[in-house]
Protein backbone atom coordinates (compact mmCIF):
# COMPACT_ATOMS: atom_id res chain seq x y z
CA UNK A 1 0.00 0.00 0.00
CA UNK A 2 2.62 2.22 0.63
CA UNK A 3 4.37 1.41 -2.46
CA UNK A 4 0.95 2.87 -4.67
CA UNK A 5 1.04 5.62 -2.49
CA UNK A 6 4.24 6.60 -3.35
CA UNK A 7 3.80 5.71 -6.80
CA UNK A 8 0.62 7.60 -6.85
CA UNK A 9 2.35 11.14 -4.98
CA UNK A 10 5.04 10.91 -7.29
CA UNK A 11 2.72 10.77 -10.48
CA UNK A 12 1.19 13.65 -9.59
CA UNK A 13 3.66 15.94 -9.02
CA UNK A 14 5.07 14.99 -12.09
CA UNK A 15 2.27 15.34 -14.12
CA UNK A 16 1.78 19.48 -12.10
CA UNK A 17 5.25 20.37 -13.65
CA UNK A 18 4.06 18.87 -16.70
CA UNK A 19 1.34 21.05 -17.10
CA UNK A 20 3.69 23.70 -15.81
CA UNK A 21 5.60 23.84 -19.30
CA UNK A 22 2.77 23.93 -21.26
CA UNK A 23 0.93 27.52 -19.64
CA UNK A 24 2.76 31.05 -18.94
CA UNK A 25 0.57 32.14 -16.69
CA UNK A 26 -3.02 30.92 -14.89
CA UNK A 27 -5.57 33.68 -13.75
CA UNK A 28 -7.57 32.43 -10.64
CA UNK A 29 -10.66 34.07 -10.28
CA UNK A 30 -11.97 35.12 -6.54
CA UNK A 31 -15.65 34.93 -5.52
CA UNK A 32 -17.09 38.71 -5.03
CA UNK A 33 -19.22 37.04 -2.23
CA UNK A 34 -16.79 35.94 0.66
CA UNK A 35 -14.04 38.32 1.53
CA UNK A 36 -10.60 37.44 1.22
CA UNK A 37 -9.43 37.86 5.10
CA UNK A 38 -7.38 34.50 5.28
CA UNK A 39 -3.30 35.98 5.58
CA UNK A 40 -0.96 35.61 3.36
CA UNK A 41 0.68 32.08 2.31
CA UNK A 42 3.45 30.80 0.63
CA UNK A 43 1.32 30.58 -2.74
CA UNK A 44 0.97 34.09 -2.70
CA UNK A 45 4.59 34.37 -3.08
CA UNK A 46 4.16 34.27 -7.36
CA UNK A 47 0.84 35.56 -6.90
CA UNK A 48 -0.08 38.89 -8.51
CA UNK A 49 -3.33 40.95 -8.01
CA UNK A 50 -4.85 42.36 -11.11
CA UNK A 51 -7.46 45.31 -10.91
CA UNK A 52 -10.32 43.48 -10.55
CA UNK A 53 -11.01 40.63 -8.32
CA UNK A 54 -8.76 38.34 -10.01
CA UNK A 55 -5.72 36.88 -8.78
CA UNK A 56 -2.84 35.79 -11.50
CA UNK A 57 -0.27 32.86 -11.12
CA UNK A 58 3.04 33.10 -12.98
CA UNK A 59 4.94 29.71 -11.92
CA UNK A 60 8.69 30.55 -12.49
CA UNK A 61 10.34 28.65 -15.09
CA UNK A 62 12.14 26.41 -12.87
CA UNK A 63 9.24 24.94 -11.02
CA UNK A 64 8.32 23.20 -14.15
CA UNK A 65 11.67 21.13 -14.17
CA UNK A 66 11.82 21.05 -10.58
CA UNK A 67 8.49 19.16 -9.77
CA UNK A 68 9.06 16.56 -12.89
CA UNK A 69 12.44 15.46 -11.40
CA UNK A 70 10.63 15.17 -7.60
CA UNK A 71 7.60 12.93 -8.73
CA UNK A 72 10.24 11.23 -10.96
CA UNK A 73 12.45 10.34 -8.06
CA UNK A 74 9.58 9.77 -5.87
CA UNK A 75 8.07 7.45 -8.55
CA UNK A 76 11.54 5.76 -9.11
CA UNK A 77 11.49 5.08 -4.94
CA UNK A 78 8.41 3.51 -4.80
CA UNK A 79 9.45 1.05 -7.33
CA UNK A 80 12.42 0.38 -4.88
CA UNK A 81 10.99 -0.54 -2.12
CA UNK A 82 11.05 -3.85 -0.98
CA UNK A 83 8.07 -6.06 -1.60
CA UNK A 84 6.71 -7.57 1.65
CA UNK A 85 6.33 -11.01 1.74
Do not use: Q
Not at 12 to 36: H, I, N, Q, R, W
Not at 65 to 77: A, K
Amino acid sequence: MIRSIFFASGLFVSLCGASFLMVDKMVLTVDASKPDERPSEFRGLFMEETDSDRKVFNPPEWAAFSLMSIGTVTMLYAIALPRRH
